[in-house]
């Protein structure tokens, strides 16, 4: 066996570890606001479930994600909407995600079979999906709680919204830089140390990737600002998070992925982990 291969091996629990979180999340904030809302807005619950069922319809139709993660994104969709549901709510960025994913991910797909590095016919694994929306889902509880027990202040509504804007918006991040990087071509060098190396190396950054990687933040921030309700300047703040975030995955990927330390899921989680905490302090100040 590899090295490689062993150090996959060794390093899934921690894929499990963001699944189980994001599944058992996305799981107690439904039952929590089900038991709440299904007798006072039953059409509010039935709409989540039909969003979330959609979700996972298509992305399983369109060979976007396997089954088990089709039905957590769906999970993951249920739950966002219950905690912000009507046409102000986090499934904007959520969409604005999951389409910039879908194009990514196809762009340029035969460079990347080429090159060894092209996602599976399948699609993403349903621990990719969880690390991605683990986060965002996490935020997404005290929102919810303050629905239910009409504490808003207490758990600070503004600040949970935007850290779980900001974890959707460094998840496109991410995904933009690693899947057109690859793609749009120039040398990928590592970031702590600037070197050359190979395409597809963990911590590795290029000027093509890391500036789709921006825009990827920019687009879901300004779907998150309008989706929402936010000011310009916390619409502004998501997006900077999300920058934030995205270099630390890299930071991550170059110090700890490479060692054998963590996986690509948990630098997922993290740095999405990262980008909503980052945006929660700031935005708790002003």
């Known amino acids: 066996m590899s090295r490689n291969r062993q150090s996959a091996t060794r390093l899934r629990w921690q894929s499990r570890a963001a699944l189980f979180l994001a599944v058992g999340l996305a799981c107690a904030s439904i039952v929590l606001q089900c038991v709440t809302f299904v007798p006072l807005a039953p059409a509010r619950v039935l709409q989540a479930f039909a969003l979330g069922a959609l979700l996972a319809f298509f992305t399983f139709k369109w060979r976007a994600a396997t089954l088990a993660a089709s039905i957590t994104g769906g999970l993951a969709t249920a739950a966002l909407y219950l905690a912000t549901p009507g046409l102000r709510t986090a499934l904007w960025p959520l969409l604005a995600l999951l389409l910039l994913t ?12 080429s090159l060894g590095i092209a996602e599976g016919p399948q699609g993403r694994k349903a621990s990719q999906v969880a690390a991605n929306l683990g986060v965002a889902v996490l935020a997404s509880i005290p929102l919810g709680i303050a629905r239910v027990f009409l504490v808003a202040p207490m758990l600070g509504g503004t600040p949970m919204r935007l850290a ?13 830089s690693s899947e057109l990087g690859e793609v749009l071509g120039g040398e990928p060098r590592l970031l702590t140390t ?15 990737g890391t500036l789709a990687g921006f825009a990827g933040a920019v687009i879901v921030a300004i779907a998150a600002a309008l989706g929402l309700n936010l000011t310009s300047g916390q619409g502004a703040l998501v997006a900077l998070a999300a920058i934030a975030g995205f270099i630390i995955d890299s930071l991550l990927g170059a110090l700890l992925e490479r ?10 989680f993290l ?16």
């Open 102 to 113: 879908l194009a990514a991910t196809r762009f340029g797909r035969a460079r990347k079979e």
């Open 164 to 176: 779980l804007a900001a974890a959707l918006a460094e998840a496109a991040a991410d995904t933009l």
């Open 194 to 208: 600037l070197r050359p190396v190979p395409a597809g190396t963990d911590g590795a950054v290029s000027p093509a």
């Open 259 to 268: 060692r054998g330390w963590l996986n690509n899921d948990a630098v997922n």
């Open 271 to 286: 740095s999405g982990l990262a980008a909503a905490i980052i945006a929660a302090l700031i935005g708790s100040r002003y």
